[in-house]
């Protein structure tokens, strides 16, 4: 018999390969970069801005460059500025909570269907199928709208409604190791099941997840601005959907409540996107596409 | 096309793909002629540019890197380097034509088989007569119910059924010179026979000249009467088939001949050739094959011997036969 | 197209046979939400709106809401499928039929969106893949990002904001103008007039996603062996890119468009909010406003059926343009 060397697990000094490459994938950088900033300034929300956001005023509807409010004003006078760096901090939380609570729940029901099969990856297609024929968003609107939209629970509800597509690319990637060479070395070494799956497959399945992470974040980011456009956001907080929605009504006074909290969430999911494509890149390294 | 006169002529071929690792010679400077009618085959292992010779015929490469450098291709007479590149467009399946190694990837999956082989007569002539025309491609291939078979998608064939469609497309415009590369690699042993004979049939009702590029020298034997054996970009030795057999003057044709497993004899292989072909970017000096070569002299480690006759149409480039006499 | 291996209508049927599941799915979850919302489910069937005690007694017979579970949820069933699906008293009508109104204007919204973005994506990516890593080929990359992550809403906003704002050019709001009362073809100008912001809001995602798979799948499809045997054959460039190269490429393509209907119908939603457009998503905001429960329920009902039909017809179309898929 001839030695295999993919009998032996693949190791985590791959990890320091994988680095490598995403550094070399603009997209990555630059998203890691937006992702960074955004970060920094959802943590430093308080020192960067000038005034509490929802502090309101009579200085209603002033453009940017108004004394005190280099972004203007909303029609309650709340400054524009404070509101978008404060808007990153709900942003961030649940676009990343969200987004881990997919994809921790995707990881395992994905690799429970993918490593059992049969009745339980049958009720996993049924279930993904049926998440992927109804609106994501009009079905966290309706739960919303009647569960309440605290912030917490808007973290449920998308990540909730999230974790299919986590599910299916994990499920795949474990049917394909199932059959690996060192699969079978594991079993025939006596380990149980939940062993294996923990330590042999899942490392691999890492790679692909992460990038699943990264888009997740990005779309529950625009998800949870969605919602707050409808005005279901968390009420006592400062989100950047909510703005765009009170935006709407004064659109044709004040673009400047629209323009800037609008440039925010762009920047944000732009960010997770290119981040998440960068981690593509790493994970699946093409030659020259 | 003119009866005096070779169909094909390849005269000091060189082609030249552009790598990261620097260019590489795969036609080094070959010449061949294949007169009106006649089947040639083209011999050699992978690497040894005889792919790369029938692309360089059809002008047709699947890479933007590889460029004809040097020589001369003509065919009935016309120079086909000197076309413009929509000249050469249209000479393409209508006076030389090219069929691939695999049936399977060489066709679109998603369009019907018959189509495929109507669309080069139709661009020539127009619909009306493309279908019949088609089908009787099909029919002179040995495809049986040839009309049923031009609805039929390719996943819906078998192999050799594939293979024969290919066949057809090729020939639906009556090309006077069809190059074969590998038709038979990828299919049974039993098909085999029946692409060879095939392809016999359509020289013999056609009239058509075929240049079959292969690596197994037993199709060679079949269909061929003349060989050229090639290596690392040039043409080692080059004979008619019976005598190429009989008295091999080449130590890489004796290698190649010896190393071939004989399908009535089922005699076991006697010798395998050491070695692998060379870094075609890195060519060894002298003759190419002097590291492989059983038979190798000090001479051969520094200059690379030209063609020497070895008989009325028998070529061999090796310095053992430079007492017989230059070419 | 030929009737290949499996005849279409068979396929369909199939396919038909496996909607049927996940219709019955969509009402599971319509029934699960109904049933474990905070409060009483008369008043989540009823909305915040005071309704007459009779209806409320009737509601809770013909809803079953003094039975045990399954008998509520088969209940439920029957009423859907009866198309009783509450009544809005926001709105003094039935549900089924208020939603039913507003599709009409929604699906106007969305082919126009989706015809949009399928030709500026499509085009945009095989020109992409074409001219690949030039400038065009990194700004339409850039363009694709970009759609990808500007929310709709704000993109109309931003619509809003350039082209009726500042420049007056286009109205901003509504289906038609409410100042005059167009008839006839200025009927259809008008109403054309007011759908080219709201449709070109909707379809930059769409073309984003459309246009960035089409590079790829040319891409793809164009480094394929059977486009080296096409140009062999001497087909037209044209021809080749065209009929060998976008029709391959365009399967997966056509899938994902079709398959991200889901996804098109919710940014349907945010646009209509933001023009005014009186089509199923204004509906939905409207009802969040008004805390009317009954239409919310009625139009995820309607919007989830109308995703699986659309399910329904891309998988049919796929099978029709792709013949392996039929087995």
Same mark, same amino acid.
């Given at each position: 018999?001839?030695?295999?060397?993919?009998?032996?697990?693949?190791?985590?000094?791959?990890?320091?390969?994988?680095?490598?490459?995403?550094?070399?994938?603009?997209?990555?950088?630059?998203?890691?970069?937006?992702?960074?900033?955004?970060?920094?300034?959802?943590?430093?929300?308080?020192?960067?801005?000038?005034?509490?956001?929802?502090?309101?005023?009579?200085?209603?509807?002033?453009?940017?460059?108004?004394?005190?409010?280099?972004?203007?004003?909303?029609?309650?006078?709340?400054?524009?500025?404070?509101?978008?760096?404060?808007?990153?901090?709900?942003?961030?939380?649940?676009?990343?909570?969200?987004?881990?609570?997919?994809?921790?729940?995707?990881?395992?029901?994905?690799?429970?269907?993918?490593?059992?099969?049969?009745?339980?990856?049958?009720?996993?297609?049924?279930?993904?199928?049926?998440?992927?024929?109804?609106?994501?968003?009009?079905?966290?609107?309706?739960?919303?709208?009647?569960?309440?939209?605290?912030?917490?629970?808007?973290?449920?509800?998308?990540?909730?409604?999230?974790?299919?597509?986590?599910?299916?690319?994990?499920?795949?990637?474990?049917?394909?190791?199932?059959?690996?060479?060192?699969?079978?070395?594991?079993?025939?070494?006596?380990?149980?099941?939940?062993?294996?799956?923990?330590?042999?497959?899942?490392?691999?399945?890492?790679?692909?997840?992460?990038?699943?992470?990264?888009?997740?974040?990005?779309?529950?980011?625009?998800?949870?601005?969605?919602?707050?456009?409808?005005?279901?956001?968390?009420?006592?907080?400062?989100?950047?959907?909510?703005?765009?929605?009170?935006?709407?009504?004064?659109?044709?006074?004040?673009?400047?409540?629209?323009?800037?909290?609008?440039?925010?969430?762009?920047?944000?999911?732009?960010?997770?996107?290119?981040?998440?494509?960068?981690?593509?890149?790493?994970?699946?390294?093409?030659?020259?596409? | 096309?003119?009866?005096?006169?070779?169909?094909?002529?390849?005269?000091?071929?060189?082609?030249?793909?552009?790598?990261?690792?620097?260019?590489?010679?795969?036609?080094?400077?070959?010449?061949?002629?294949?007169?009106?009618?006649?089947?040639?085959?083209?011999?050699?292992?992978?690497?040894?540019?005889?792919?790369?010779?029938?692309?360089?015929?059809?002008?047709?490469?699947?890479?933007?890197?590889?460029r004809i450098v040097r020589g001369r291709i003509e065919l009935a007479g016309r120079d086909l380097l000197s076309l413009t590149d929509e000249e050469m467009r249209r000479a393409r399946g209508g006076d030389v034509a090219m069929i691939f190694q695999d049936p399977t990837t060489y066709l679109n999956p998603v369009m019907p088989v018959g189509q495929q082989v109507a669309?080069?007569?139709?661009?020539?002539?127009?619909?009306?007569?493309?279908?019949?025309?088609?089908?009787?491609?099909?029919?002179?291939?040995?495809?049986?119910?040839?009309?049923?078979?031009?609805?039929?998608?390719?996943?819906?064939?078998?192999?050799?059924?594939?293979?024969?469609?290919?066949?057809?497309?090729?020939?639906?415009?009556?090309?006077?010179?069809?190059?074969?590369?590998?038709?038979?690699?990828?299919?049974?042993?039993?098909?085999?026979?029946?692409?060879?004979?095939?392809?016999?049939?359509?020289?013999?009702?056609?009239?058509?000249?075929?240049?079959?590029?292969?690596?197994?020298?037993?199709?060679?034997?079949?269909?061929?009467?003349?060989?050229?054996?090639?290596?690392?970009?040039?043409?080692?030795?080059?004979?008619?088939?019976?005598?190429?057999?009989?008295?091999?003057?080449?130590?890489?044709?004796?290698?190649?001949?010896?190393?071939?497993?004989?399908?009535?004899e089922a005699r076991p292989i006697t010798r395998v050739m050491e070695g692998a072909v060379p870094d075609l970017a890195r060519l060894p000096r002298g003759c190419r094959f002097h590291p492989r070569c059983p038979a190798v002299m000090d001479r051969c480690r520094i200059e690379d011997p030209p063609a020497f006759r070895l008989g009325a149409h028998h070529l061999v480039?090796?310095?053992?036969?430079?007492?017989?006499?230059?070419? | 197209?030929?009737? $290949?291996? =499996?005849? /279409?209508?068979?396929?369909? &049927?199939?396919? !038909? @046979?496996?909607? #049927?599941?996940?219709? +019955? *799915? %969509?009402?599971?979850?319509?029934?699960?939400?109904?049933?474990?919302?905070?409060?009483?489910?008369?008043?989540?069937?009823?909305?915040?709106?005071?309704?007459?005690?009779?209806?409320?007694?009737?509601?809770?017979?013909?809803?079953?809401?003094?039975?045990?579970?399954?008998?509520?949820?088969?209940?439920?069933?029957?009423?859907?499928?009866?198309?009783?699906?509450?009544?809005?008293?926001?709105?003094?009508?039935?549900?089924?039929?208020?939603?039913?109104?507003?599709? $009409?204007? =929604?699906? /106007?919204?969305?082919?126009? &969106?989706?015809? !949009? @973005?399928?030709? #500026?994506?499509?085009? +945009? *990516? %095989?020109?992409?893949?074409?001219?690949?890593?030039?400038?065009?080929?990194?700004?339409?990359?850039?363009?694709?990002?970009?759609?990808?992550?500007?929310?709709?809403?704000?993109?109309?906003?931003?619509?809003?904001?350039?082209?009726?704002?500042?420049?007056?050019?286009?109205?901003?709001?509504?289906?038609?103008?409410?100042?005059?009362?167009?008839?006839?073809?200025?009927?259809?100008?008008?109403?054309?007039?007011?759908?080219?912001?709201?449709?070109?809001?909707?379809?930059?995602?769409?073309?984003?996603?459309?246009?960035?798979?089409?590079?790829?799948?040319?891409?793809?499809?164009?480094?394929?062996?059977?486009?080296?045997?096409?140009?062999?054959?001497?087909?037209?460039?044209?021809?080749?890119?065209?009929?060998?190269?976008?029709?391959?490429?365009?399967?997966?393509?056509?899938?994902?468009?079709?398959?991200?209907?889901?996804?098109?119908?919710?940014?349907?939603?945010?646009?209509?909010?933001?023009?005014?457009?009186?089509?199923?998503?204004?509906?939905?905001?409207?009802?969040?406003?008004q805390r009317d429960t009954p239409v919310l329920l009625g139009v995820l009902l309607m919007v989830s059926a109308t995703v699986v039909v659309v399910n329904l017809l891309t998988d049919l179309l796929y099978a029709a343009l792709d013949p392996r898929v039929r087995y």
């Amino acid at each position: 018999m001839v030695a295999d060397e993919s009998a032996v697990t693949p190791s985590a000094a791959g990890g320091r390969e994988f680095w490598r490459r995403f550094r070399r994938s603009r997209a990555g950088i630059i998203g890691l970069g937006l992702v960074v900033l955004l970060v920094v300034v959802a943590m430093a929300a308080p020192l960067l801005a000038p005034r509490d956001p929802q502090t309101t005023s009579l200085v209603t509807l002033n453009p940017p460059g108004t004394p005190g409010h280099p972004l203007g004003t909303d029609n309650l006078g709340r400054d524009i500025l404070s509101g978008v760096l404060w808007g990153s901090r709900v942003s961030l939380t649940v676009g990343v909570c969200a987004a881990a609570a997919a994809v921790l729940l995707g990881v395992f029901i994905g690799s429970l269907a993918g490593f059992y099969g049969g009745w339980a990856d049958a009720v996993l297609g049924r279930i993904t199928e049926l998440f992927q024929v109804i609106p994501r968003f009009v079905l966290a609107l309706l739960v919303v709208a009647l569960f309440g939209s605290g912030l917490w629970k808007l973290i449920a509800v998308i990540g909730i409604l999230s974790w299919p597509q986590a599910a299916r690319v994990v499920r795949g990637q474990v049917m394909a190791l199932r059959g690996a060479a060192y699969v079978d070395a594991a079993r025939v070494l006596g380990l149980r099941n939940a062993r294996i799956i923990f330590s042999e497959i899942l490392p691999n399945v890492l790679a692909p997840v992460v990038v699943i992470g990264s888009l997740d974040v990005a779309g529950a980011i625009l998800l949870e601005a969605s919602l707050g456009f409808f005005g279901l956001g968390d009420p006592n907080l400062v989100s950047w959907g909510m703005m765009l929605n009170n935006a709407q009504a004064h659109l044709r006074q004040a673009w400047w409540m629209s323009v800037f909290p609008g440039i925010a969430i762009s920047l944000a999911v732009l960010g997770f996107n290119l981040m998440g494509d960068g981690l593509n890149d790493a994970a699946n390294p093409r030659l020259g596409v | 096309m003119n009866g005096t006169g070779p169909l094909l002529l390849v005269e000091d071929l060189h082609t030249h793909i552009l790598t990261t690792r620097g260019v590489v010679r795969a036609v080094d400077g070959i010449s061949l002629s294949l007169p009106q009618g006649s089947a040639a085959g083209l011999v050699g292992e992978s690497g040894s540019g005889k792919t790369m010779t029938g692309f360089s015929i059809l002008r047709l490469f699947p890479t933007d890197a590889a460029r004809i450098v040097r020589g001369r291709i003509e065919l009935a007479g016309r120079d086909l380097l000197s076309l413009t590149d929509e000249e050469m467009r249209r000479a393409r399946g209508g006076d030389v034509a090219m069929i691939f190694q695999d049936p399977t990837t060489y066709l679109n999956p998603v369009m019907p088989v018959g189509q495929q082989v109507a669309e080069a007569y139709a661009m020539r002539h127009g619909w009306t007569q493309a279908r019949q025309k088609a089908v009787e491609a099909l029919g002179l291939v040995g495809l049986p119910d040839p009309g049923e078979t031009y609805r039929r998608f390719p996943h819906e064939l078998s192999g050799g059924m594939r293979q024969r469609a290919v066949i057809a497309m090729a020939i639906v415009c009556r090309p006077a010179l069809l190059i074969a590369d590998e038709p038979t690699t990828a299919v049974d042993v039993t098909i085999q026979a029946q692409i060879l004979d095939v392809l016999q049939r359509l020289r013999r009702e056609l009239g058509m000249t075929l240049l079959l590029i292969t690596h197994d020298l037993g199709i060679v034997a079949e269909v061929c009467e003349t060989v050229h054996v090639m290596y690392a970009g040039r043409i080692v030795e080059s004979a008619p088939s019976e005598a190429l057999f009989a008295s091999p003057g080449h130590p890489y044709t004796q290698g190649l001949l010896a190393a071939t497993l004989s399908i009535d004899e089922a005699r076991p292989i006697t010798r395998v050739m050491e070695g692998a072909v060379p870094d075609l970017a890195r060519l060894p000096r002298g003759c190419r094959f002097h590291p492989r070569c059983p038979a190798v002299m000090d001479r051969c480690r520094i200059e690379d011997p030209p063609a020497f006759r070895l008989g009325a149409h028998h070529l061999v480039a090796c310095w053992l036969h430079e007492e017989q006499g230059a070419p | 197209m030929t009737a $290949g291996s =499996t005849p /279409l209508w068979r396929y369909a &049927a199939g396919r !038909l @046979a496996q909607a #049927v599941p996940l219709l +019955l *799915g %969509v009402v599971v979850v319509n029934f699960l939400l109904i049933s474990l919302a905070p409060g009483d489910p008369v008043a989540t069937l009823l909305g915040e709106y005071p309704a007459p005690p009779e209806y409320v007694a009737q509601l809770r017979r013909e809803f079953g809401l003094d039975q045990p579970a399954p008998v509520r949820l088969a209940l439920y069933a029957w009423n859907v499928a009866r198309g009783e699906l509450g009544f809005s008293f926001a709105y003094r009508l039935p549900v089924a039929a208020l939603v039913v109104g507003r599709l $009409g204007n =929604t699906f /106007l919204l969305m082919v126009t &969106a989706l015809t !949009l @973005a399928a030709l #500026v994506g499509v085009g +945009l *990516g %095989v020109t992409a893949a074409r001219r690949r890593g030039s400038g065009l080929d990194t700004a339409a990359t850039g363009i694709s990002l970009a759609g990808y992550s500007i929310p709709d809403f704000w993109l109309s906003q931003l619509l809003v904001l350039l082209f009726a704002v500042f420049l007056g050019w286009l109205p901003a709001q509504g289906i038609r103008s409410v100042r005059e009362q167009y008839t006839g073809m200025a009927a259809v100008l008008d109403v054309a007039r007011h759908l080219i912001l709201p449709a070109a809001a909707l379809s930059f995602r769409y073309m984003a996603l459309i246009s960035r798979l089409t590079r790829a799948s040319m891409l793809e499809a164009m480094s394929q062996d059977f486009i080296l045997a096409a140009r062999a054959r001497g087909l037209p460039e044209r021809l080749v890119l065209l009929q060998h190269g976008l029709r391959n490429a365009a399967l997966p393509v056509v899938t994902v468009i079709g398959y991200n209907f889901a996804f098109v119908l919710a940014g349907s939603a945010l646009v209509e909010t933001v023009f005014g457009w009186p089509g199923v998503g204004r509906l939905l905001y409207d009802a969040i406003l008004q805390r009317d429960t009954p239409v919310l329920l009625g139009v995820l009902l309607m919007v989830s059926a109308t995703v699986v039909v659309v399910n329904l017809l891309t998988d049919l179309l796929y099978a029709a343009l792709d013949p392996r898929v039929r087995y």
